[in-house]
């Protein structure tokens, strides 16, 4: 069974900074890939970024490329969102995910409200 506990979010002034954390907790979880999501009020969930414990390889939505960064402190078992240039548009609740290589994305955190004042 694997656990997620993200934090970080809150109210920042377009142009800010915010940085999520996930806390990740099982025994398999080193197999799993992680992802961060959002939902922003009235639409569907967006996937964001993607990381795998080890090895190359992260994905982002066009919508943040240039702006958030994802990485994993294997150490720590945690996986951060660095979210800069925040925009309005960016407002929404955040989730941390994990799913196996050949599944689906079945292991969600409790989300955190991130919201972007104009």
């Known amino acids: 069974q694997v656990q997620l506990v993200e934090s970080g979010g809150g109210l920042v002034q377009a142009g800010g900074s915010l940085r999520l954390s996930c806390a990740a907790s099982g025994r398999t979880i080193s197999s799993h890939v992680m992802g961060w999501f959002r939902q922003a009020p009235g639409k569907g969930r967006e996937l964001v970024s993607t990381i795998a414990w080890s090895g190359p390889g992260t994905y982002y939505a066009n919508s943040v490329k240039g702006r958030f960064t994802i990485s994993t402190d294997n150490a720590k078992n945690t996986v951060y969102l660095q979210m800069n240039s925040l925009k309005p548009e960016d407002t929404a609740v955040y989730y941390c995910?994990?799913?196996?290589?050949?599944?689906?994305?079945?292991?969600w955190g409790q989300g955190t409200q991130v919201t972007v004042s104009s």
């Open positions: 995910a994990a799913r196996r290589v050949t599944q689906e994305w079945n292991y």
